[in-house]
């Protein structure tokens, strides 16, 4: 029995769902434990694309498990066109997906609210209402997920928060108020969804824990959009690092086996805010196109750039990272020359360069198929950030996968 954290170390868009789905076995269990719909983890199984942005990525595994844990914000909404697109694809659900009773709900309020304040703050939300959701929850007054198995009993409260809302929106944002009796309406069609699937995730984790079951905790976004750690006010509401899984999903830090943060082999960002490493050449271009770095969730055109190791050494001590996990390493294979942060001059950063391999890893099986120049790059990553390179995506199929 082992558990296993898997984080972004980045700003999001590592490649986790796709290690996720490789870590996970038949008797695993898959917990999300932040953010919201904002996420988006793509995963290649068969030849076929599997878009995630709720439901935690070992669904695919139809013997896996999967807990949303209480930290996550949940859109109703969201949630029924997740399971419907997974039902859709042959992929059910059913006695599989659990949900923490104490989830936060997302209303079409908070929605409102984050795009009106984003044409205002230019922060380059997505859009989905996750800040606005986490300032009630802080705020103590948010609707929770078992709220809908009796909505009548909250009726008055949720009036109360939607008045609030609507003033937010019409003196504040200078936008248009929304309905209150027609989400109240439209709330009461998702209580099915309570019915079905919320439950005390903090006991079933025990259970799951108690029963030697394999647990990987899947992290969101990344550590640089951390609340508190990352590139403050460019960032997403939640902990998106290690110390957040104990928080948002109820299991205490010495439970945790292994914490395998994840990074590009490159550097990407999708919204506004600092990237010093940022590109904007030819080599942008390229690693965007060959990447196809676009969000999964927004469809937005991402920000292209080296690899950061100086950042990456301060978020491997804040996660605690026991081993690391290296992506789309084939995205350089043409690349003349590869740059690498090391350090930072003033605010401008310190590069060394390495050698490009400018030759095809994608059919790598064994760190010694990769091309020596490509061998070199990893063994300085490792090297430099102290911690050891155990797995190396040369592809988004699930076999593209080096285990060293
Ligand atoms: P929010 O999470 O929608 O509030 O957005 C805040 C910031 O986090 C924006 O810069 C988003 O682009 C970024 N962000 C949120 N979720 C993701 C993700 O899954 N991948 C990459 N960036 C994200």
Redesign the pocket.
């Known amino acids: 029995m082992t558990t296993t954290l898997v984080i972004g170390l980045q ?3 590592e490649g986790k769902g796709k290690i996720v789905d490789a870590l996970t076995k038949d008797s695993s269990v898959v917990c999300r434990f932040q ?2 719909h ?3 983890h793509t995963i290649k199984v068969d030849g076929e694309s599997h878009v995630l942005h709720l439901v935690p990525s070992g669904i695919i595994n139809p013997k896996s498990k999967c807990l949303i844990g209480n930290g996550v914000v949940i859109s109703p909404q969201a949630l029924e066109e997740e399971i419907q697109m997974l039902n859709n694809a042959g992929i059910s659900v059913e006695n599989r997906l659990f949900i923490s009773a104490k989830c936060p709900l997302i209303l079409p309020t908070h929605v409102a609210i ?1 795009q009106a304040r984003d044409k205002q703050e230019n ?6 209402g ?2 606005p959701a986490y300032e009630d929850k802080v705020g103590r007054r948010s609707i929770k997920f078992s709220d809908l198995l009796d909505l009548m009993s909250i009726k008055e409260k949720l009036f109360n928060i939607l008045d609030f809302h609507n003033k937010v929106l019409t003196k504040l944002l200078n936008a248009e108020e929304l309905d209150p009796q027609i989400i109240f309406t439209d709330l009461k069609k998702f209580q099915y969804l309570a019915k079905s699937y919320s439950c005390n995730t903090n006991e079933l984790v025990e259970d799951f824990y108690k029963n030697g079951d394999d647990i990987i905790f899947e992290g ?3 550590s640089m ?1 951390d609340i508190d750690h990352g590139t403050y006010p ?4 939640s902990n998106t690092t290690a110390g957040g899984v104990s928080s948002g999903l109820g299991i205490g830090p010495k439970f945790i086996d292994n914490i395998l943060g994840i990074s590009k082999a490159y550097t990407t ?5 600092p990237f010093p490493t940022e590109l904007f050449d030819s080599t942008a271009e390229e690693i965007s196109r060959i990447g196809n770095e676009f ?4 469809g ?1 055109p ?1 920000r292209c750039g080296w690899l950061d190791l100086k950042a990456l050494r301060e978020v491997i001590f804040i996660n605690s990272v026991t081993t690391l996990c290296i992506t789309k390493l084939d995205v350089l294979d043409n690349l003349e020359t590869i740059n690498a942060c090391i350090d930072y001059d003033q605010s401008t950063p310190v590069y060394k360069s390495f050698t490009g391999w400018q030759s095809s890893t994608v059919n790598c099986n064994k760190f010694s198929d990769l091309p020596k120049c490509a061998q070199e790059y990893i063994l300085y990553i490792e090297d430099f950030l102290g911690v050891p390179v155990n797995i190396i995506s040369v592809g988004p199929s699930r076999n593209q996968t080096i285990y060293r």
């Open positions: 700003w999001g868009d953010g919201g904002n996420a988006g984050d922060i380059g939300t997505t859009g989905r996750i800040g969101a976004q990344g959009l460019f960032v997403t509401s960002r999708v919204g506004e805010g969000g999964a969730t927004t937005r991402r």
